[in-house]
């Protein structure tokens, strides 16, 4: 037993450290690792050996671990959250040091956390945005869209705080606008979905079909996607329910390439009966990402 | 059971560290430590986070499993997590201790030659 008052405010305080660690490595190890630490806390005390120095790297140590583990388990998105926020952080920095050396810069601590909170919000909206697209033209323009934003927000807010004047801040209309016509555009409204009554290829399931004008028995149940790749389609298979993300197209076949590096792909639309039951595909379906950019109508 | 990586990838030094503490038989997380610490001479000291860490990383890997939960009669009255290493544990252990042995003769073989 650590009969030492240090030795057990140290215990109780590792055991709270250790609840930090993701709930199913805590059920696994932190039972073992409270055991191991009480044991070292024993071995320092019984060398008469000082316990502050040994707690305190024993402390960070187990830090160190429970942010590997937690990052570790992080989704996607949860990691993304991370970078940039620590990179908004460090962008942070900028003016941080800056009010320490440079005369006359005086910002109050709000004003470093509205930044703050700007930097971070102009990074996710980039990062939500462009991990969805595949063409670096698109991130550009993605960015510079957001650094547009994020000058309008930046000069709207210095403008407010050195004129007295919070009407201002109606500026930010504009990029509410831009919000709203965002989410708009991302949610599909005023795109070229097909909803109801639309065709949607049997095989690669592409939602994205203008309607078929003559599909039928004779015409093949042929359509062609917004991309002008030709599909074989089902008309029985509503594009409403087609719309999953996730089931990659399959390889073109039974059509001949025209232009290959060409967008959008062009190819030649086969004869009547031509097309044998195979589903055709397009050349961007090669990531995950540009996957789920093809769908989105442009 | 163990990838096929594990036993072909270069070992982190913590994995080859409590894979050679567990080799002479199996060990509660404070006795990995000190046995970890005298096989190095004091020279490695690991702590809980690395420890239990690499040892979680070692089971998904199939390297190391628990292996009974007892008192030990040389500590106290509390009961302790054995582990033990595997099958594939001790290879992949044979196979770091190979390459380690193979870099070896090639930087003796490179000194002699250059001397």
Known sequence: MVTNVAGRRYRTWYAMLLRLYPRTFRERFGEGMAQTFHDLCREHEDDRRGLFGFALWIFCETLAGIVRENIMRMDQLGKTMLRVALRALALLMVPLVASRVVEGWNWPAGAFVRVYVLFFATGMTYALIARRMGAWSYKVGVGVALFAGFALGWSTMVQTADSGHPERLWYLSALAVGVVAGAAKGAGVGSYFVRDGGDACANCRDAAFRRSTRHGAKNGHRARCLRGVVHRVRPAVPARESGEIGVRPREIANLSLVAKSKSPPKYVIPAEGAVRGECISTRWGTSESQWRDSRRLR | ?115
Do not use: C, F, W
Not at chain 2, 50 to 62: H, I, Q, V
């Open chain 2, 1 to 115: 059971m163990a990838n096929k990586d594990t036993a072909q990838t270069p070992l982190t030094p913590a994995v080859l560290h409590i894979l050679l503490a567990l080799s002479t038989g199996e060990r509660h997380g404070y006795g990995i430590m000190k046995q970890v610490e005298a096989d190095s001479q004091g020279k490695v000291k690991m702590g809980p986070g690395t420890l239990y860490g690499s040892m979680r990383r070692m089971m998904e890997a199939g390297l190391i499993r628990e292996s009974d939960s007892r008192v030990d009669p040389e500590m106290d009255d509390e009961r302790r997590i054995y582990y033990e290493l595997t099958g594939a544990g001790r290879t992949a252990l044979e196979a770091e201790l190979k390459r380690y042995r193979s870099v070896v003769a090639v930087a003796e073989g490179r000194l002699a030659h250059g001397h």
